[in-house]
């Protein structure tokens, strides 16, 4: 009997570890061949804005994990992300807000004030490339999103820049990172 319930606690101890330890879900995979590309266009010589321009150019990334052993509620989820970028193409200068959003798979308009992650940060596209990173912690709709295993993710450009001269400019990215990290309930 003193076995047996030496066994119960034990086993309940356990349980109760595992629902707080934090668990790491890495969804670079998921993006396949989309995380990596450019944005491109023609810029005049003199001011260049950038409100609105999204990466991927094509629209948000679409993320369906749907097929990961992953618990099936979560009690608060984090989104960690790396993004190396580089400019080409006509001297810039200045610098440009970047801002990360995701959102549940299916709206239309991903960039909402509810979907954003986090504070946006600045890009100096003279420095030629760079790497941002980010993580923010998801809100109640976001980690809903999260539980039914599909999202989407883009990130979205402001502001205004100087181009020395008028020409095509290019913006290359690649997504090092993209982690989940997420606590079961």
Same mark, same amino acid.
């Given at each position: 009997?003193?076995?047996?319930?030496?066994l119960?606690?034990?086993?309940?101890?356990?349980? +109760?570890?595992? &629902?707080?330890?934090?668990? *790491? =879900?890495?969804?670079? #995979?998921?993006? $396949?061949?989309?995380? !990596? %590309?450019?944005?491109?266009?023609?810029?005049?010589? +003199?001011?260049? &804005?950038?409100?609105?321009? *999204? =990466?991927?150019?094509? #629209?948000?990334? $679409?993320?369906?994990? !749907? %097929?990961?052993?992953?618990?099936?509620?979560?009690?608060?989820?984090?989104?960690?992300?790396?993004?190396? =970028?580089?400019?080409? #193409?006509?001297?810039?200068?200045?610098?440009?807000?970047?801002q990360?959003?995701?959102?549940?798979?299916?709206?239309?308009?991903?960039?909402?004030?509810?979907?954003?992650?986090?504070?946006?940060?600045?890009?100096?596209?003279?420095?030629?490339?760079?790497?941002?990173?980010?993580?923010?912690?998801l809100?109640?709709?976001?980690?809903?999103?999260?539980?039914d295993?599909?999202?989407?993710?883009?990130?979205?450009?402001?502001?205004?820049?100087?181009?020395?001269?008028?020409?095509?400019?290019?913006?290359?990215?690649?997504?090092?990172?993209?982690?989940?990290?997420?606590?079961?309930?």
């Amino acid at each position: 009997m003193h076995r047996l319930r030496f066994l119960l606690l034990v086993g309940a101890g356990l349980l +109760g570890a595992c &629902a707080i330890l934090p668990i *790491t =879900l890495d969804l670079l #995979g998921h993006l $396949g061949s989309r995380k !990596s %590309g450019s944005y491109s266009r023609e810029v005049p010589r +003199g001011t260049v &804005a950038f409100d609105g321009v *999204t =990466l991927p150019q094509e #629209g948000p990334w $679409g993320l369906d994990f !749907s %097929g990961q052993n992953v618990p099936v509620s979560f009690k608060s989820v984090r989104l960690t992300y790396a993004v190396a =970028l580089a400019t080409s #193409g006509p001297g810039l200068s200045g610098t440009v807000t970047v801002q990360a959003y995701l959102a549940p798979a299916g709206v239309t308009d991903v960039v909402q004030e509810r979907y954003r992650l986090g504070a946006s940060q600045a890009l100096d596209l003279g420095a030629g490339s760079l790497e941002l990173e980010g993580s923010a912690d998801l809100s109640a709709e976001q980690v809903a999103a999260v539980n039914d295993k599909k999202v989407q993710v883009v990130l979205v450009l402001g502001g205004t820049a100087t181009a020395a001269e008028g020409g095509t400019l290019r913006l290359d990215y690649e997504v090092k990172k993209l982690l989940l990290s997420f606590t079961v309930i």
